[in-house]
């Protein structure tokens, strides 16, 4: 990965408010999250994407459709599209999750890995970009993301940022 934005520590305030997001169904306070990150840090973002030679595509990672339905939405997602309306990216679902996984909280980085080998795959019904966004809501030992960028370099990805909003 060529590089990893992220906007908060994942601890007090930051981490009740995604946390109520993911498991409440409150997803509506991430906007919460990301409407004071615009207030702070869009000049940031700016720099960052003037930075690269190719606008890139901003790609969710996936839950796997069973937990998407069971959630009723997918929090990358959220945070993908306000991303989207913010700096005028284009959103697509470039991945798609086709292994059912257990959540990753409370499990060690070994466990972490290797529940993620695998666990994705490139949506054919998308063309691959150059440039990749790739959002999550949370880094935690990187597992998720990793395993992303594997499979997004091994269908013709050259470069994938990351970006979530803790850490």
């Known amino acids: 990965m060529e ?23 409150q997803f509506d306070v991430l906007e919460f999250l990301i409407s004071n990150f615009e207030f702070l840090n869009k ?7 003037e930075f690269i030679e190719v606008r890139p595509k901003v790609v969710p990672v996936p839950l796997h459709p069973k937990r998407n339905r069971e959630r009723g939405f997918n929090q990358s997602k959220v945070i993908s599209l306000s ?23 409370g499990r060690s980085r070994a466990e972490r890995l290797e529940a993620m080998e695998g666990a994705f795959a490139i949506n054919s019904k998308f063309s691959v ?3 990749i966004l790739l959002v999550d809501d949370v880094w935690t030992t990187g597992a998720t993301m990793r395993e992303c960028v594997k499979t ?16």
């Open 43 to 49: 000049l940031e973002m700016f720099k960052f994407l």
């Open 83 to 105: 991303l989207s309306r913010n700096f005028n990216l284009e959103v697509g679902d470039l991945l798609t999750r086709v292994k059912e996984t257990k959540p990753q909280a």
């Open 152 to 167: 997004l370099r091994k269908g013709g990805v050259k470069k994938v940022w990351g970006w979530v909003l803790a850490r």
């Open 129 to 131: 970009p150059q440039n």
């Open 3 to 25: 590089g990893l934005v992220c906007l908060w520590a994942y601890e007090g305030v930051t981490r009740k408010i995604i946390t109520r997001a993911k498991y409440s169904g």
